[in-house]
């Protein structure tokens, strides 16, 4: 997979925005940008992905620099309950998605 | 929608046993799932791709006589863990892709089950 970076850890007080970046500097023009989150002790969760145009479901935003080389997820009001590991993930080819080290997220009351 | 299963959610047993982990798509039909291993404080590897009638593909590093999968319907992904040691403990999850998403934009689009603990005493 491209490689991506992401801060190891945010904070965001609840009810608030949580503005999650990821650097993908290397991604190309037919790649795709995948979120995922895991609460502890579950599976993760699909949030969004996107190409190149900014997109939007029940769950979050997400928002691709013209470039495409960065992107960040944005929850609009976060609650306790968003509290979590984040993953951006560029997957590559073979349909298979790689899980770095991601964003834990915390949000506080 | 997109609902995976897995069963037992946890398993303690003994070195030497087997332990046998299902993962089901409730909702969905999966030609493809996928298996993943987390370890205490890390990130999800992935272990194997289980492709429905067919054998499983392994990543590297990943043993296919230990790790047994069988993808035989669509809906239903096995992974045994034969003779099981200590270091085999760990959190196994599973995934499915819905056949509908196959190729395109939803290619990666993966259905997480809710993992099982597995503890080998």
């Known amino acids: 997979d491209a490689k991506t970076t992401q801060p190891p850890s945010m904070d965001c007080a609840e009810g608030r925005a949580a503005n999650l970046p990821c650097n993908h500097s290397?991604?190309?023009?037919?790649?795709?940008v995948y979120w995922y989150r895991q609460i502890h002790s579950q599976g993760p969760q699909y949030i969004i992905h996107?190409?190149?145009n900014n997109e939007t479901n029940e769950m979050a935003s997400l928002i691709i620099t013209e470039d495409r080389k960065s992107s960040t997820l944005i929850l609009p009001h976060a609650t306790l309950r968003d509290t979590a590991v984040y993953y951006c993930?560029?997957?590559?080819?073979?349909?298979?998605?790689?899980f770095g080290t991601g964003t834990r997220l915390t949000i506080i009351p | 929608g997109a609902v995976v299963s897995q069963h037992p959610s946890w398993v303690i047993c003994k070195s030497g046993t087997s332990v046998k982990i299902e993962c089901r798509s409730l909702?969905?039909?999966?030609?493809?799932m996928f298996w993943y291993r987390q370890f205490p404080k890390q990130s999800l590897m992935l272990m194997a791709t289980?492709?429905?009638?067919?054998?499983?593909?392994?990543e590297q590093g990943v043993e296919k006589d230990k790790f047994l999968i069988n993808h035989a319907s669509l809906t239903l992904s096995t992974l045994t863990v034969t003779s099981a040691h200590p270091e085999d403990s760990s959190f196994y999850i599973c995934?499915?892709?819905?056949?509908?998403?196959?190729?395109?934009?939803?290619?990666?689009?993966?259905?997480f089950g809710p993992g099982t603990r597995l503890t080998v005493t």
């Open positions: 290397t991604i190309s023009g037919n790649e795709y």
């Open positions: 993930i560029v997957p590559v080819g073979n349909e298979k998605l790689t």
């Open positions: 909702d969905f039909q999966a030609t493809t």
């Open positions: 289980s492709n429905e009638g067919s054998k499983a593909t392994y």
């Open positions: 995934s499915a892709r819905d056949i509908r998403a196959s190729g395109g934009a939803r290619s990666y689009e993966q259905y």
């Open positions: 996107g190409l190149k």
